[in-house]
């Protein structure tokens, strides 16, 4: 059965600290990799990954995948209370289907 | 650009009432998605389209359940005798073509049964 574990499930960290997110799969047939922040409703976009050990930066926040060892994790460095999000992990598997973690629920204290 | 958009934005019904859910995809997107997330779940998939079919239905969570879409563009989600678990986030997604591409959510209908 594919599916997409995150972990941990929740974290509370404060301004200035650095977090890693963890996200494993098992997907057949693997096309793509992706992580989105959802503040509210929508996701929105952060990365997409299809080759193993190829970091992707924007800003403060970077991500990088192991094709080999199954996961990605998403780094933010010197964090913000602006982060404070539920980042979520999705997978791109056989018949066009995206298969999506229960996201880690992240929590900047000031 | 518009975004993907969706109607209405929150939706409360009783138990029992059909509900029909909007999604409009992003302008030449081909693939539409819609997903359910219940309160502090994951995304969960229901149903993709390419184009105007539905090769994948998989996650349609029971009969009361059924999509369409028309033109390639617009797309409704039926949910028939609403029962309370019905309950949930319901987001579309659209992007170009299923493979690779990442997908453009939208901001997602919120809908309670009581």
């Known amino acids: 059965e594919d599916k997409v574990v995150q972990s941990p499930l929740s974290l509370v960290v404060h301004e200035g600290d650095t977090v890693t997110l963890n996200c494993s799969y098992e997907?057949?047939?693997?096309?793509?990799l992706l992580w989105y922040k959802q503040e509210k409703k929508a996701p929105t976009f952060l990365f997409m990954l299809?080759?193993?050990?190829i970091e992707k930066k924007s800003g403060r926040l970077s991500s990088i995948l192991d094709k080999k060892e199954l996961f990605s994790i998403l780094n933010i460095t010197a964090t913000q209370t602006g982060d404070s999000a539920v980042y979520l992990c999705?997978?791109?598997?056989?018949?066009?289907?995206?298969?999506f973690g229960t996201g880690t629920s992240l929590t900047v204290i000031p | 650009g518009a975004g993907v958009s969706q109607s209405p934005s929150n939706k409360v019904t009783e138990k029992g009432k059909d509900v029909e859910l909007r999604c409009d995809p992003i302008?030449?997107?081909?693939?539409l998605y819609w997903y359910r997330q219940s309160l502090g779940q994951g995304l969960e998939f229901l149903i993709y389209?390419?184009?105007?079919?539905?090769?994948?239905k998989s996650g349609l969570p029971s009969d009361r359940f059924s999509a369409e879409r028309t033109g390639g563009s617009v797309s409704t989600l039926t949910i028939q005798r609403t029962q309370q678990e019905d309950s949930a986030v319901y987001l579309c997604?659209?992007?170009?073509?299923?493979?690779?591409?990442?997908?453009?959510f939208g901001p997602g209908t919120r809908l309670l049964v009581l």
């Open positions: 999705a997978v791109g598997g056989a018949g066009n289907q995206f298969y």
């Open positions: 997907v057949t047939n693997f096309r793509s």
């Open positions: 997604a659209s992007n170009i073509q299923g493979a690779r591409e990442t997908q453009y």
């Open positions: 302008s030449g997107h081909t693939a």
């Open positions: 299809t080759s193993s050990g």
């Open positions: 389209f390419q184009g105007n079919s539905a090769p994948d």
